[in-house]
């Protein structure tokens, strides 16, 4: 079946542009996560969503980032007044249920602020 | 949060088996051991968990200490698509947090 897809799989853009990442989970998966990959480190979490609502954001590094899912399904993560330092690779995960469920994650979008 | 410790990187030859370790000394009793694998310009994928017994799947074995203090992911005959950063992270089935927090893996490298 399909696994969980993300577009763009790139994006350049510039300081102080606003972007948003999109997330297509696995059909019928309630959690979906939000993951940021620098460079040489594993991924760090953002947000966790639990159907519609937010159940975790306590990763967002600050007022800049925010998230949605008003459907439970698709998810969009978007950023404001882009800074450099926000390049990294977004990763988006989703699992069955939420606990400990396996997470099955997406290719990821290469975010390169110039 | 528990921690795990993990070696930054090791080698093996292609069709040998690979034993990586991972210490996570301050482990709670509802901490499960679970490992993702993340290959080159991939997202991260689950390998395999388990609580206080051995586990065997189709990708790998988790060997976990008595103690529960340690645990080994053992590929039994490393190919080179093999080679990927393992990452070991405990989760607690308890706990508040449904989150993954990944540490800096043990990047592993097969030798054809």
């Known amino acids: 079946g399909a696994g969980v897809s993300q577009t763009p799989s790139n994006k350049v853009t510039e300081k102080g542009k606003y972007v948003e990442l999109r997330c297509d989970p696995i059909?019928?998966?309630?959690?979906l996560y939000w993951y940021r990959q620098s460079l040489g480190q594993g991924p760090e979490f953002l947000i966790y969503?639990?159907?519609?609502?937010?159940?975790?954001d306590s990763g967002l590094p600050n007022d800049r980032f925010f998230a949605v899912r008003p459907e439970g399904s698709v998810s969009t993560l978007k950023i404001q007044r882009t800074e450099r330092g926000d390049s990294a690779v977004y990763l988006c995960?989703?699992?069955?249920?939420?606990?400990?469920?396996?997470?099955?994650f997406g290719p990821g979008t290469r975010l390169t602020v110039l | 949060d528990a921690k795990t410790t993990q070696p930054n990187s090791m080698e093996s030859n292609e069709e040998e088996p690979v034993h990586l370790p991972c210490n996570h000394s301050?482990?709670?009793?509802?901490?499960?051991i679970h490992w993702y694998r993340q290959l080159p310009s991939q997202g991260p994928e689950y390998v395999i968990h388990?609580?206080?017994s051995n586990v065997n799947n189709r990708m790998a074995s988790l060997a976990i200490a008595e103690d529960r203090k340690s645990s080994t992911l053992i590929l039994h005959r490393a190919t080179l698509r093999d080679a990927a950063v393992y990452y070991c992270?405990?989760?607690?089935?308890?706990?508040?947090?449904?989150?993954?927090?990944f540490g800096g893996g043990t990047r592993l490298m097969v030798k054809p």
């Open positions: 388990g609580l206080t």
């Open positions: 301050t482990i709670s009793g509802t901490d499960y």
């Open positions: 969503f639990q159907g519609t609502g937010a159940a975790d």
């Open positions: 992270i405990l989760r607690d089935v308890v706990g508040a947090g449904n989150m993954l927090t």
């Open positions: 995960a989703s699992s069955l249920q939420s606990g400990i469920d396996t997470q099955y």
């Open positions: 059909s019928g998966h309630t959690a």
